[in-house]
């Protein structure tokens, strides 16, 4: 429904953020998904997380790959560039934009379809790597755009809108991530606003690779009885460990909790995330005991989410490569070309 | 039994070291071939490699050639037999009355010689083992004490051989010590028990000049640097990988800030091609300039991303260093193979920019450009390179850079340019030459953004569907590789002596042995007009080269005429006025091969009266 113009009119008293930028200024194009659709509450979540935040519209690059999942940036964040590239591909050319600016945000959307089939590589070595991202999966379990086929994400057992069952196992990309190095990993139910918001607020603000798994009904084609990723499911279904709140600059944590009820994790940038304990034993920053946790309710047929894993003294690929702290690509030929003066050393050294 | 009488040359033979890989050779024969060098003379040496690390047979030639010959040449007048796997073929291969140089320590047979070649049996395993007691110095040191030996048979300056082996261990004094010690062993050796010289020798010269010696490889990645890349990302193959490892090392000495060490490069060793030039797109379509180096096998896993750079207009460099196909075919053997594969990559309607560069000068030159050529056009650019130029040494005029040199970052247009009201249409031709302005994210907090996509689009980056938008942008496109054909690097033409009515045309590195073809062919009497490519699309001068002679030979390095089909198919020019003139068993093309075949087609074309016929 592209061709229906979005309306510019806006309310005058709508609420305006620390840079002066209404709701509005951080949405993009009318969504051309299915009425319903789980991911169209995932682009009002991140909408909601970058007003919240008072981020420029402008700097953050939104990619992702193809499916319905990576249609989705065309829908937030109007101001600034996308790049809807390549099925499974957009971990690399995100990290290939990282590399050339690191002073943009960069936020990876992608499908269950996208990253944990065609480009279950490229997540891995994304993720390995450290790049400075937040990388979210609106997974459903399904390939909607192609009508409904099982997706990797499929739980085993599960039945498709047709009525057939899947008999292979499903990958667990929240596990995975959590194997591969990911210094923050969550998991979030698009049916769930107040969990997904803060969160996603969260992975921006962290330094490294963020990843967010996040279940989203495919209205269309996965959300029949006998579906694991259906809303009834899921709602059935979520465990979740803890609730977050992000809290940004210096002011003190005003609201109450009661005593032994939140962890305060301070990330790089001085943000802190305050985390209400639903499950009293889980700790986020222990790696072993997150996989373990997650293997242990999965097989009880449960749905964890939360923020699961955190390193707050994370490092990203920069850091690894110890590039210069201005962008690479404001370097001008006088900061990148030797001089023929180095050349004529070099001639002088292959004779 | 024929007396056949040793071939006696100055400064004009071909030395071939028959060896087994991972047994240390490399450097004693390198040592080899840069010690004539420093004698003024020129010399082209190849590497004949297994794909393999250790225990296969691997070859080293030199061709000595103090006129400047650098092209494979073909035949062996000297063979350095130190591979018993390999004796039989090796002995074979040299030619009559010609020098087999061999390990004597163990008796061989007189039927494994030959009775037309001169046998110089040295005992250098005895030689060795009675000095080392440790197996690696054994094997390393056999191969100093050979080239200590041929020193004193072929008249090489000892002097220089020391001077060259100070330079290498300039912090490391035992091992300098050492190796002095053990070249002189087989010196002294040779001096005292075998008739030195021999018919083949090397005399001072000073046809080398100021050239220097280099690696295509390697100077392709310093025009990496030199033309402002700083983002590379690749993954292994065989024959690219050391472009790479080149970048990597040129970046550490000339790319850190002098103040704080950081790194102004980034360089990603991707987990696959289709990452790596992944991330290529990325970092370009963020503004910087990045590349990937591969080979064929690399270039066919990136065909998508390659459609994707064409039709989204997004610039990136891609080195193709080629190796004999398809499929693994024969990784560390030569080819000029991919000509078609990459310039019409990926699928549906493209076509892309290639450079073809003769040796490492222009490797260095074209790899500074493509960036240049990759933002201005903003598309795909190949270098196309090949094992020949890429993974051997080859003497070249040295690398220039113009100090008030700026890059060419193409139309991007800016914060400013948007502010002043600029329409900014992302894929709108402003200037009529199909090129469109682009601009960085991040750029401008209301104006400029856009989203790039593979499908579809009208001239605002709009998603479109409609047959006339996309044909309009087609069209676009097509007149954007002609504005290309105007900016790439134009073929160099040389003509005959004499007017002719013929032709060739020939690129890459085939350039040194067609040189030399010319100077054969002249002599039995044919004279051809030359012209070079040296990149895709042609400049219109190709179509009236074709035009002004009869016949045109096309002179290339793989099994199917690519680039003949290319000039026929972009040109519309009668296929029968194009001769193919074909080599592609996976080794460098030689100047023999071509002048034979291209003399052999001329003398048939050689009207024959019909009087003659008749008596």
Redesign the interface.
Same mark, same amino acid.
């Given at each position: 429904m592209?061709y229906i113009a979005k309306p510019k009119f806006q309310h005058p008293g709508l609420p305006k953020n620390d840079l002066g930028y209404t709701r509005r200024d951080y949405e993009g194009k009318i969504s051309t998904l299915c009425a319903g659709c789980g991911h169209d509450s995932i682009t009002a979540s991140i909408i909601e997380a970058c007003f919240h935040l008072s981020i420029?519209? !402008?700097?953050v690059?939104k990619?992702s790959g193809i499916g319905c999942s990576s249609k989705t940036?065309?829908y937030f964040l109007? /101001? $600034?560039?996308?790049? /809807? $590239?390549?099925h499974g591909?957009m971990?690399?050319?995100?990290?290939?934009? /990282?590399?050339? /600016?690191r002073? *943009?945000i960069y936020l990876g959307v992608s499908g269950d379809g996208d990253s944990a089939s065609i480009g279950f590589?490229?997540f891995?070595?994304s993720i390995r790597?450290g790049v400075n991202m937040t990388y979210i999966v609106e997974n459903n379990g399904v390939y909607g755009l192609t009508k409904g086929q099982f997706s990797a994400t499929a739980d085993r057992g599960s039945k498709s809108k047709k009525g057939v069952t899947n008999a292979d196992s499903a990958i667990d990309l929240v596990a995975i991530a959590l194997q591969l190095g990911a210094t923050f990993v969550a998991r979030s139910f698009s049916g769930d606003k107040t969990q997904l918001v803060p969160m996603i607020e969260a992975a921006i603000k962290h330094k490294g690779a963020a990843f967010i798994d996040v279940i989203s009904p495919c209205i269309a084609f996965n959300n029949h009885a006998g579906s694991t990723k259906s809303f009834d499911y899921v709602r059935e279904h979520n465990d979740a460990v803890n609730r977050l709140d992000v809290i940004t600059g210096r002011e003190p944590i005003t609201v109450d909790y009661a005593p032994g009820t939140v962890q305060v994790v301070e990330q790089h940038d001085g943000t802190r995330l305050a985390l209400r304990k639903l499950d009293a034993d889980y700790d986020v920053h222990d790696r072993l005991a997150a996989m373990t946790f997650l293997q242990k309710h999965a097989a009880k047929g449960q749905v964890v989410t939360g923020l699961l894993y955190v390193d707050a003294e994370s490092e990203d *690929? !920069?850091d690894r490569?110890?590039?210069?702290?201005a962008p690479?690509?404001t *370097?001008?030929?006088k900061?990148? $070309?030797?001089?023929?003066a180095? *050349?004529?050393k070099?001639?002088a050294s292959?004779? | 039994m024929s007396v056949q009488s040793p071939i006696s040359s100055v400064n004009d033979f071909v030395i071939r070291f028959a060896n087994v890989n991972g047994s240390g050779s490399a450097s004693a024969n390198e040592l080899f071939a840069r010690s004539i060098l420093r004698m003024g003379v020129p010399v082209s040496p190849r590497n004949i490699f297994p794909s393999n690390i250790q225990g296969l047979p691997t070859w080293y030639e030199v061709r000595v050639t103090e006129d400047g010959h650098l092209g494979a040449r073909g035949g062996v007048d000297m063979m350095v037999a130190m591979n018993p796997q390999t004796w039989d073929r090796d002995v074979a291969s040299i030619e009559p009355g010609g020098y087999l140089f061999y390990d004597s320590t163990k008796p061989i047979p007189a039927s494994k010689f030959r009775e037309d070649i001169t046998v110089i049996g040295v005992p250098l395993t005895a030689i060795t083992n009675s000095t080392y007691t440790d197996p690696r110095q054994r094997q390393l040191f056999k191969n100093i004490i050979y080239l200590g030996a041929l020193s004193a048979l072929l008249e090489i300056d000892p002097k220089v051989i020391e001077q060259l082996i100070g330079e290498q261990y300039k912090t490391k004094e035992k091992l300098l010590a050492s190796n002095v010690h053990a070249l002189h062993l087989g010196r002294d050796w040779a001096l005292q028990n075998l008739k030195c010289p021999i018919t083949l020798t090397v005399k001072k010269s000073e046809k080398v000049g100021d050239r220097i010696f280099m690696e295509g490889n390697s100077a392709a990645a310093l025009g990496a640097v030199y033309g402002g890349a700083t983002v590379c990302a690749w993954y292994p193959i065989t024959p690219s990988s050391s472009v790479a490892d080149a970048f990597t090392a040129h970046c550490k000495k000339l790319r850190h800030d002098p103040e704080t060490g950081k790194a102004k490069y980034a360089i990603v060793q991707g987990e696959d091609e289709l990452a790596s030039i992944g991330i290529v797109i990325g970092a370009s379509w963020n503004g910087a300039r990045a590349f990937t180096a591969t080979s064929g096998p690399g270039v066919s896993l990136m065909q998508e991303f390659i459609g994707l750079s064409y039709f989204a207009e997004i610039p990136a460099v891609i080195m193709n260093v080629q190796r004999a196909g398809p499929s693994t075919g024969m990784p560390t053997r030569t080819q000029q193979c991919d000509v078609i594969a990459c310039a019409y990559a990926s699928h549906g309607d493209t076509k892309h920019v290639l450079l073809f560069p003769e040796d490492p000068a222009e490797a260095f030159e074209f790899a500074a450009q493509s960036f240049d050529l990759a933002e201005r056009l903003q598309t795909m650019i190949f270098l196309m390179l090949d094992l020949d130029i890429g993974m051997n040494h080859r003497l070249c005029r040295p690398l220039k850079w113009d100090e008030s040199r700026e890059y060419d970052r193409g139309k991007v247009m800016t914060a400013e340019m948007l502010d002043d009201g600029r329409d900014f249409g992302r894929y709108l031709d402003v200037d009529g030459d199909g090129i469109p302005f682009r601009t960085y994210p991040g750029t401008h907090p209301s104006k400029g953004s856009f989203f790039t996509r593979g499908t579809s689009r009208d001239r605002y980056a709009r998603y479109s569907e409609d047959g006339a938008v996309y044909a309009d942008n087609m069209q676009r496109l097509l007149r954007k590789f002609e504005t290309a054909q105007d900016l790439v690097p134009r073929p160099l033409q040389a003509n005959a002596q004499k007017p002719t009515k013929y032709g060739v045309i020939y690129y890459g590195s085939t350039s040194p042995a067609m040189d030399e073809a010319i100077e054969i062919l002249e002599k039995r009497g044919h004279h051809l007009d030359r012209l070079r490519i040296r990149a895709f699309p042609f400049h219109s001068s190709v179509a009236s080269f074709v035009a002004d002679h009869d016949f045109v030979y096309v002179v290339e390095q793989n099994r199917d005429a690519q680039l003949r089909s290319l000039i026929v198919n972009e040109n519309g020019i009668d296929p029968v006025r194009l001769v193919p003139i074909l080599h592609y068993d996976g080794t460098p093309i030689t100047a023999r091969f071509i002048a034979g075949a291209i003399g052999d087609h001329q003398d048939q074309l050689k009207v024959t009266p019909l009087k003659k016929v008749k008596s």
């Open positions: 592209t420029e519209p !402008h700097r690059a990619i940036p065309d109007g /101001n $600034s560039h996308g790049f /809807n $590239s390549v591909r971990p690399s050319v995100l990290t290939g934009a /990282n590399l050339a /600016n002073d *943009l590589g490229q891995a070595h790597r *690929l !920069h490569l110890n590039t210069v702290d690479l690509n *370097l001008a030929a900061d990148l $070309s030797p001089g023929s180095a *050349l004529d070099i001639n292959l004779r | -």
